[in-house]
């Protein structure tokens, strides 16, 4: 007997061995999997289709509520039920899964470690079971900023533009090599195009203090991994120098430390408070470069606003 998917699924087959009601039945021993005697028909002698977990559980379930609320698990018209339908997901997942193809109580999901919850996620969607698609998908987002990577493959391979509009920036940080290596290949472009939104909010930046400062200045500098190394104008060190006494010393200094927590990686943005914490030196300094520093986060927050789109506009 085969299932209507198009995963793949074990082929090992053991020999069926007759529970009473109710009871789950093992083919081979699980020591690693503490399963819950169910109280309902999840497992009944009466049902017409078994299925076989990966790890060798059999469940008995009625092809009425599969028909009813799902459809990857409808067998095939002929199917009989001494037939066993092999199926790749281990038996805590299926435990939990069928339970919402049955009018009763659905499981609490809250609890429920985040293997667990991605591997019940992932099979909701395979086999289409709408009443547990739904509360994963709730659940899966809950779980963010922890697990972005993961909620993020799961949303870019279901299409949940939503949730993946929650798991982009908390990924930015990542190098394009590493986050295009890791996502569904349609999503590619997109990626790019919003890490280049990043990237020139990134240069805007690093370019903010001084292209706001006296136009004598000069600075030149580079992105990436030697960001903070300038180049010394002709005429002496680079940046502005405040004359008042309370600052005179180190200002250049701090502005090359905010430069350095900028660098080249973009995930900086995201973490603004650390970029700037040169800033509480400032704290007894003069107001005109309290003023000019706390203008350039000011300034790097509302570009952030401004022009980081949705990721889900570039789809």
């Not at 999901?109 to 591997?119: G, H, I, Q, S, Y």
């Not at 120098?241 to 990686?265: E, P, R, Y």
């Not at 650390?274 to 927050?301: A, P, Y």
Request: aromatic share 10%.
């Amino acid at each position: 007997m085969s299932v209507s998917t198009t995963h793949s699924v074990a082929s090992t087959v053991t020999p069926e061995v007759k529970s009473p009601r109710c009871e789950l039945f093992l083919s081979r021993p699980v020591p690693s999997v503490s399963l819950t005697k169910l109280n309902w028909k999840v497992d009944a002698t009466d049902a017409d289709v078994t299925f076989r977990s990966s790890d060798g559980v059999l469940f008995n379930i009625h092809l009425l509520n599969l028909k009813a609320n799902t459809e990857g698990f409808v067998p095939p018209e002929n199917a009989t039920f001494g037939d066993i339908a092999d199926l790749t997901e281990t038996s805590a997942t299926l435990e939990m899964l069928f339970q919402f193809i049955y009018p009763a109580r659905h499981p609490e999901l809250e609890a429920v470690n985040f293997v667990l919850l991605e591997d019940l996620a992932e099979a909701a969607e395979k086999y289409q079971v709408y009443a547990a698609m739904n509360i994963c998908k709730i659940r899966m987002k809950k779980t963010l900023p922890a697990h972005a990577s993961e909620v993020m493959f799961y949303a870019m391979k279901h299409g949940y533009p939503d949730i993946m509009d929650m798991a982009a920036p908390l990924l930015i940080a990542k190098s394009l090599k590493e986050s295009c290596s890791n996502i569904p290949i349609q999503y590619i472009l997109p990626w790019i195009r919003y890490h280049d939104t990043w990237l020139q909010v990134l240069q805007r930046a690093m370019q903010f203090y001084y292209s706001n400062s006296t136009p004598t200045l000069q600075l030149r500098f580079t992105f990436g991994p030697d960001a903070a190394k300038q180049v010394q104008p002709a005429n002496g060190p680079a940046g502005l120098t405040c004359k008042a006494a309370a600052c005179s010393k180190g200002i250049d200094q701090i502005i090359v430390n905010v430069m350095a927590n900028l660098g080249g990686n973009v995930g900086a943005l995201r973490n603004l408070d650390s970029v700037f914490s040169s800033m509480t030196e400032l704290m007894f300094g003069c107001l005109t470069c309290q003023t000019r520093f706390k203008d350039w986060k000011k300034s790097v927050e509302l570009d952030i606003d401004r022009c980081i789109p949705k990721f889900s506009t570039f789809l």
